[in-house]
């Protein structure tokens, strides 16, 4: 089984959708959290750290549920420029493991 | 913030031929990077965790003697890949992480073996 599991999609939304991305990860013991955003031929960034409590970043929402294992990341009021591939990312021991990215294209 | 820097962001070379890839901490100690490949439309897959002072850890399929790591300071990680052939054409990029808070990228190297 992999450490992490996201739907790859992709994603095509209408400008001002809104979108969710689910990611699950098979270790319990996982300490950390991340969405990073990848834009074509570019290095990952960091969108957002993901706490336990749920975070809010303009648009941007990210929960974590520790029971089951996954985490979300909610856009709203999508714009075109958050055509990109966002990636789950879990800390582990130490070692970052990554979700095979879902594919997001805001369409106009 | 921290940053990690990458160099080349972009080589060719001949099949057969070997490059070498480095990864620089630039404000922090980074006693442990990671080596990352990643396909065309296909996401990061971890290569290799480069330790400073001892023998990279590699994941599995992944060649030792192919891809060697080397890890000689706490701000300098260097991959080259020995023999490269076109199937090795590939983005390759590097992160490291200040303790326990995120991970930072370096730029990438995109590698064209021709």
């Known amino acids: 089984r992999k450490e992490v599991e996201q739907d790859p999609g992709p994603f095509n939304v209408p400008e001002g959708a809104t979108v969710a991305f689910n990611c699950t990860y098979s270790n319990s013991a996982s300490q950390s959290f991340f969405w990073y955003r990848q834009d074509c031929r570019k290095e990952p960034k960091l969108l957002m750290s993901?706490?336990?409590s749920g975070n809010e970043d303009g648009r941007f929402t990210a929960q974590l549920n520790r029971a089951s294992q996954y985490i979300s990341l909610l856009i709203r009021d999508s714009k075109l420029s958050d055509s990109a591939t966002y990636l789950c990312v879990v800390n582990t021991g130490n070692q970052f493991y990554f979700g095979t990215g879902t594919s997001l294209t805001v369409i106009p | 913030g921290a940053v990690v820097s990458q160099h080349p962001s972009r080589v060719i070379c001949k099949s057969g031929t070997s490059v070498k890839i480095e990864c620089r901490s630039l404000d922090f100690q980074a006693t442990t990077m990671f080596w990352y490949r990643q396909f065309p439309k296909q996401s990061l897959m971890l290569m290799a965790t480069s330790n400073e002072g001892s023998k990279a850890t590699y994941e599995q399929g992944v060649e030792k003697d192919k891809f060697l790591i080397n890890h000689a300071s706490l701000t300098l990680s260097t991959l080259t890949v020995t023999s490269a052939h076109p199937e090795d054409s590939s983005f390759y990029i590097c992160?490291?992480?200040?303790?326990?808070?995120?991970?930072?990228f370096g730029q990438g190297t995109r590698l064209t073996v021709v």
């Open positions: 993901v706490y336990s």
């Open positions: 992160s490291a992480f200040p303790g326990s808070t995120e991970a930072f």
